[in-house]
Each structure stands twice: as C-alpha cells, then as structure tokens.
C-alpha cells in the first residue's frame, strides 16, 4: 500500500564530505581557512554536510594526487572509517588528477568548479540560465569523459572484450558533446542578440547594476528599493537569472538590475557562458557595488568583485558602494591598557567609515537591508548619483 500523501517515512539523507585544500607558497593558514569555509557553505547550499577538513602546506598542489602521499592516506583512512560520500578539493583538478585520486579513494570527487557548476544547475530557473549552466557543465565535462568510462577497466577484470567498446563509447560521447556545445553557444548567440536589441529598445532610462560577492544582500536591496518580491536566501547564488526591475525615487525614474554573485575561483567556463548575463553590468551607466561589512574578510571580496569587473570591462563605471549588514558587524573592543597593536578584528564600523572614506572617491554608505537601517539615505545618494548621470546622459529630456 502507497503512503498517505504529505505523510514523510524517512527524513532526507544528507551527502556527507570532507574538505581538502592546500596552502601553497605566500599563502597565509588564515586564508586557507577562509576558502575552506567558503567550500563548506558551497557544500552546505548543494545540500552536503561537511564533516572534516584536510590541509597540506606545499609549494604547489601535487600534479598527480593534488596532496601529498602521506596526507591522501590519512583522507583515505578517515573516508574509510565514516563512510564519508564525497571528497571535495578547494581547487580545480585536472582530468589526470581526478582520475588518480578517485582510484585511491574509491569515493565520488568534486572540486570547487564542479561544485559550483552542480549549485547553478539547481538554481537555474529560465530557459536562458539552464542553457549557460548546460554549456558550462560540458565544457567542463569533454576533457575529463576518459574518467567516466574508467568503471569498464573494472568490469569482468577489464582486458579482452572491454577496451574497444570503453574507447568507441568515449570517442562517440566526445563528438556528442562537441556537437551539444555547438548547438548551446549558436543558442546563446541568438539570446545575446534579442538581449542586445531589447537593452536598446528600453526606455530612456539611467540603467543602474547591483553588484557584488555572492550572499552579500544583493536581492534584498532590490526588494526594498523596487518593493518587488525577487527570491533572496541566506545560501550561495540565490539570484542566477538577471531581474531588472523599473524604479522611482523622488519622481526620478531609472532602471534596477540583479544580477548573479561573483566568487572566488569562479570557473571560467561559466564567465564564458553568463556572458550576456554579465553584458548587463557592462551596459549599466552607474554601478552600486554591495559588500557584505559583517564578514570579517569583506575587503578581500571587494578586491574580487573589482577583478571580476576589469576582466569583464566594466571597473571603470561611476559606483555607489553600499556597506550592507551593518545589523550584523562585530569587532572585538581593545581595552585601554592592551598595548599590543589594533588588528582589523579591533576596528569598529566608525573605523572602518574613516578609512573607506580615505581610500575611495566614490560615495559610500552603511545600511542594513534587512533592518531597514539608514536606507533613506542610500536612496538619497541613489538620487543624487543618478540625476546627474541622467544629465550627462540625457541632456535634452526632461526628467519629469
């Protein structure tokens, strides 16, 4: 007999992981421990649960295993003992690497790009997005097919019988793979062209871009600016489809865009394949970076942000940096007799604000989405900015 409907049997089992990375020559351990905690909240968003973590200090990964001998058997041991699913590598292996290791350790191998290619294969909401995903994945895929058929070497001992078909089934699988990635970029094409003559066809209207890391509040901020309901969570790459949204502050109208989060060791493929996701930051006549202030390594995500927009074209744009979270910052308050120098953990917001208002030529401001905390003044540094980039823009037309 079937079960009741809505009724649960069993409670979903979680893919378990551990974690492995490498601190290679110039690095610091405290960056190390960073990526590997942006590895384990990726492993989180793709509904893994991560139970250990494995680092090696080494000049450079190991061209054969990634990690040194010794290490990949004290990882051996502990998959083995928890029946660990999956190991995850904070770097991209090659086709060689992956293959090795899998041999050693008899498990499912992800690396970053892989795991991140897997979260934006579940995010992909539109025709358009599952597309860049798709060709992403393949493109990801064709040099490393030699490993999928390596289960045939296993089989009936491998040898006599096995090798031909293995080789033919690969050789097949390539020229399908080829002719998929074909067809997916003449189809991004054809989208690129309809986006390009739609960007044309708006309105003559100021187009600004939210930026950013990914997870820094992006989608909030859209709500709250456009009052509109855009999907935001506290998980990675929430927003993969770009939402633009017609918005008015003070009777001056101008168009908001969403658009996705960028990361660390963002897979190249998929800069390659969002490009005309990413063509609307380069469109945008004003950008409004936001950064995430409660992490503790926020300027280390605005140093990416900013080498993600030079690679793309689009760093040079007049920017809003908008310091979101402020709800949420914390520092650790020096007593008066400690005479051991300030840290960055030391330094409170009001710190912070001094230093970001001597660095930078652009205006800045601190507010909390979420809280609805010091918004007012962020859609009054909004008004200003983007008036007078409606000016130069827009001469002859009248703003209302």
């Given amino acids: ?26 690095q610091k351990d405290a960056t190390t421990i960073e990526y590997l905690d942006e590895l384990a909240f990726l492993a989180k968003t793709a509904g893994v649960e991560s139970l250990k973590r494995f680092t090696q200090k080494l000049d450079k990964p190991h061209p054969k295993t990634f990690i040194g001998k010794g290490k990949m058997e004290d990882v051996q041991a502990y998959v083995k ?103 997916l970029k003449e189809k991004l094409k054809q989208i690129d062209k309809q986006k390009s003559t739609q960007r044309k066809q708006r309105m003559q209207l100021v187009r600004v871009a939210l930026v950013g890391y990914t997870n820094v509040g992006k989608s909030t901020i859209m709500n709250m600016l456009s009052k509109s309901d855009v999907f935001a969570e506290n998980k990675l790459f929430a927003t993969l489809d770009t939402t633009i949204r017609k918005v008015v502050i003070q009777n001056l109208p101008f168009l ?99 230093m970001w208002m001597s660095k930078v030529d652009y205006p800045t401001v601190y507010i909390s989405a979420v809280k609805k905390i010091n918004t007012d003044e962020l859609k009054e540094v909004l008004y200003n900015h983007i008036k007078k980039t409606h000016m130069d823009i827009y001469p002859h037309q009248l703003l209302y």
């Fill in 1 to 26: 007999m079937g079960n009741k409907k809505g009724h649960k049997t069993s409670e979903v089992k979680h893919e378990t992981a551990v974690l492995v990375g490498v601190t290679v020559r110039g």
């Fill in 256 to 354: 908001l865009t969403d658009t996705v989060g960028f990361i660390r060791k963002l897979p190249h493929h998929l800069v390659e394949s969002f490009k005309s996701t990413l063509d609307e930051v380069r469109d945008a006549d004003v950008l409004v970076h936001v950064v995430d202030v409660s992490h503790p390594n926020f300027e280390d995500h605005v140093r990416v942000v900013n080498e993600t927009l030079k690679d793309i074209g689009g760093l040079d744009k007049p920017t809003i940096v908008v310091f979101n979270k402020v709800d949420a910052f914390t520092y650790d308050k020096k007593d008066d007799d400690d005479l051991l120098p300030k840290t960055r953990a030391n330094y409170s917001l009001d710190d912070l604000k001094k």
């Fill in 81 to 183: 003992e928890h029946c660990v699913d999956i190991v995850i590598f904070d770097d991209e292996l090659t086709p060689s690497q992956l293959r090795n290791i899998e041999r050693i350790l008899g498990v499912k191998i992800l690396d970053r790009s892989n795991l991140i290619l897997d979260i934006f294969a579940t995010r992909a909401q539109t025709a358009h997005a599952r597309a860049q995903v798709e060709l992403a994945q393949y493109q990801y895929l064709l040099p490393r097919l030699t490993r999928m058929w390596t289960h045939l070497d296993r089989q009936k001992g491998g040898g006599a019988g096995m090798r031909g078909p293995g080789e033919t089934q690969i050789e097949t699988d390539k020229r399908i793979i080829t002719q998929k990635i074909s067809l």
